[in-house]
C-alpha cells in the first residue's frame, strides 16, 4: 500500500507540471487584463520547439531555449493582436490554438516525414520527477510569482493594468507595456510546460497538448488568479489524472475512466466560477 500511494505520489506530481507551468503563466496574463486562451497552442509550439531542438544537436538545455523562444515568439503575436490592435481576446487565443495544431503537424511531416509523430529524443534523463530541473523549477516558480505579484513594483502594476487600466495609467504606468510583459511571461510559462511534455514523452506527438491548456486555465480560474491557488487546482486535476490511468485496466468503462479529468474540471468550475472574482479589466482592450 505505502509503495502504490508512493507511485502515486510521484506520477501526480509527473502529471501536474505543465498544469501548474501554464496555470502559472495564464496568471500573469490575465492578471494584467489579457485572456490567454492561446494556452493550448503555446503548450504545442513549446512541445515542438523543445524536440527541434534536442533531435538537431542532442542537447536538452538547447531544446528548452528553442521551446522559450518559440513561446514568447508566438505570445508576443497574441499580444500585439489583442494589445496593439484591440482585436477579440478570446478569438486570438483559439486562432492561435488551431494555427499550432496546423503548424505543428505541417513541420513534423517537412521534417520528420510523418505528420504524427516525430523521431525519439533523449530528454532530460532523471530517475524521479523530483530530480527534473524543470520540476525543480515549477516548485519555485510558484513561491516566487507570489512574491512578484504581491510584493514587488511590477507586481503592484500588474495588478493595476488588470483591475483599473485608466487609473493606473493616470498615475503614470504604461499599460501596453504591462500587459505585453504578462502575456510574453505566460507565453514561456506555457512553452516550458511543452518542453516537460516533450522530454516526459520523448518525442513530439500531433495534439500531444491533449486539453491541457483549457484545464490549466480553469486551473487558474478555480485558484482565483493567485499563484497558490492555481498550484492547488492544477495538483487536483493532476491526481485525477492520475487515478483515471489506474483506473484504465478495471472494471469502469474506459469512455467513463478517460472523460474523468473533464468532469471533474467542469465540477470544479460550477462549484467555484462563483466565488472567484476576475480582475475587473480583464478582456477589455485599453484606450488612452
Keep these: 500500500m505505502i509503495e502504490f ?28 487584463g489579457v485572456i490567454n486562451l492561446a494556452l493550448e497552442g503555446l503548450i504545442l509550439f513549446g512541445a515542438f520547439g523543445a524536440v527541434i531542438g534536442q533531435y538537431e544537436t542532442g542537447s536538452a538545455v538547447v531544446g528548452v531555449l528553442c521551446a522559450l523562444s518559440l513561446g514568447i515568439i508566438v505570445a508576443a503575436l497574441h499580444g500585439y493582436i489583442t494589445i496593439t490592435l484591440k482585436a477579440n481576446q478570446i478569438v486570438s487565443g483559439i486562432a492561435i490554438n488551431i494555427l499550432a495544431i ?7 511531416k517537412a ?21 527534473d530541473p ?4 515549477a516548485l519555485v516558480a510558484f513561491p516566487l510569482s507570489h512574491l512578484i505579484i504581491y510584493k514587488t513594483p511590477f507586481g503592484l502594476r500588474l495588478r493595476a493594468t488588470g483591475d483599473n487600466a ?3 495609467d493616470s498615475l503614470g504606468v504604461n499599460v501596453n507595456v504591462i500587459r505585453f510583459l504578462g502575456v510574453l511571461i505566460s507565453g514561456a510559462l506555457a512553452a516550458l510546460a511543452g518542453a ?9 506527438t500531433a495534439d500531444m497538448s491533449a486539453g ?3 484545464i490549466a486555465l480553469a486551473a487558474m480560474i478555480i485558484g482565483k488568479w493567485t499563484p497558490f491557488g492555481a498550484a492547488g487546482a ?3 486535476f493532476a491526481a485525477t489524472e492520475a487515478v483515471q490511468l489506474n483506473l484504465q485496466s478495471g472494471a469502469i468503462p474506459t469512455q467513463l475512466v478517460q472523460a474523468l479529468p473533464y468532469i471533474v474540471t467542469l465540477l470544479a468550475l460550477v462549484g467555484f466560477i462563483g466565488k472567484s472574482t476576475p480582475p475587473r479589466d480583464l478582456g477589455r482592450p485599453f484606450e488612452k
Design 5 to 32: 500511494l508512493i507511485v502515486f505520489f510521484l506520477q501526480t506530481l509527473r502529471i501536474a507540471v505543465p498544469y501548474l507551468l501554464a496555470s502559472l503563466g495564464a496568471t500573469y496574463s490575465e492578471r494584467s
Design 102 to 108: 496546423g503548424m505543428t503537424k505541417f513541420f513534423l
Design 111 to 131: 521534417i520528420f516525414g510523418s505528420a504524427s509523430n516525430s523521431e525519439r529524443i533523449e530528454g532530460i534523463d532523471v530517475p524521479v520527477v523530483l530530480l
Design 134 to 137: 524543470i520540476f525543480l523549477f
Design 166 to 168: 485608466e487609473a493606473a
Design 196 to 204: 516537460f511534455l516533450a522530454f516526459q514523452q520523448h518525442s513530439f
Design 212 to 214: 491541457r491548456g483549457y
Design 234 to 236: 492544477s495538483l487536483l
